[in-house]
Nanobody
């Protein structure tokens, strides 16, 4: 198991940017696929982006959600650009020990507590 702690959320105006961080501990970080998901009030948790240990990545909105990782720092990042009010949600970091990236919530078995992102119009 790996422990995950997100940070970097907050209140931002539409059009702005944020960088979320997720620090991992307790596991061999480089073995994990890392993902970001989000959940808005009354909605299901949805995929945002994921990255493998080797850097293969996928994103739900290419160019606006940019995922990266620093294996030396055991940290994964999510850069969110051109924020819109619909991006308001709790953003969760997740991890799973596998080779290929996954978009599926149920594939991930390690979750952080989440960080709130609120976008004002």
């Amino acid at each position: 198991q790996v422990q995950l702690v997100e940070s970097g959320g907050g209140l931002v105006q539409a059009g702005g940017s944020l960088r979320l961080s997720c620090a991992a501990s307790g596991g061999v970080f480089s073995r994990y696929v890392m993902g970001w998901f989000r959940q808005a009030p009354g909605k299901e948790r949805e995929f945002v982006a994921a990255i493998s240990w080797s850097g293969d990545k996928i994103s739900s909105v290419k160019g606006r959600f940019i995922i990266s990782r620093d294996n030396a720092k055991n940290t994964v990042y999510l850069q969110i650009n051109s924020l819109i009010p619909e991006d308001t949600a709790v953003y969760y970091c997740a991890a799973v020990s596998r080779v290929r990236v996954s978009l599926q919530v149920n594939d991930y078995d390690n979750w952080g507590q989440g960080t709130q992102v609120t976008v004002s119009s």
